[in-house]
């Protein structure tokens, strides 16, 4: 017999709880916006629900209004980043490319923009 899989919940387990502190960029009473710890572009936002919710395609014991309200954030944050840095992208991940077992959205700039793009 094998051991169950082990599901890996950086949200729950450490940005949630603070075991590891986050830089805050908004907050409501049901989702969190911080800058990512570990950031692969020059601005790189993780939009969580503060309850567990393990993807945007299972819901679990979440609603479609703690999704609405997580698209409320990643909207504001997204015109946000976009304002300030003439683009963004918002993007989320599922099944094997879904690395934490918790919805989370990634809204980020990549960089400089083509030139007359900007």
């Known amino acids: 017999m094998t051991a169950p899989a082990t599901v890996s919940d950086f949200y729950c387990n450490e940005a949630l ?5 986050v830089k805050v960029v908004e907050e409501t009473d049901t989702v969190l916006a911080f800058e990512h710890t570990r950031p692969s572009y020059p601005v790189h936002i993780v939009v969580v629900p503060k309850k567990h919710i393990p993807s945007l395609v ?27 840095y003439g683009a963004v992208c918002v993007v989320t991940n599922e099944g094997a490319y879904q690395e934490s077992k918790h919805m989370h959205w990634h809204v980020l700039f990549r960089g400089n923009l083509p030139e007359g793009l900007a």
Do not use: F, I, S, Y
Request: proline share 3%.
């Open 58 to 84: 299972e819901l679990g014991d979440g609603t479609e209004e703690d999704l609405a309200d997580v698209v409320r954030v990643v909207r504001k944050v997204a015109a946000q980043v976009r304002e300030e």
């Open 17 to 21: 709880n603070g075991h590891t502190p």
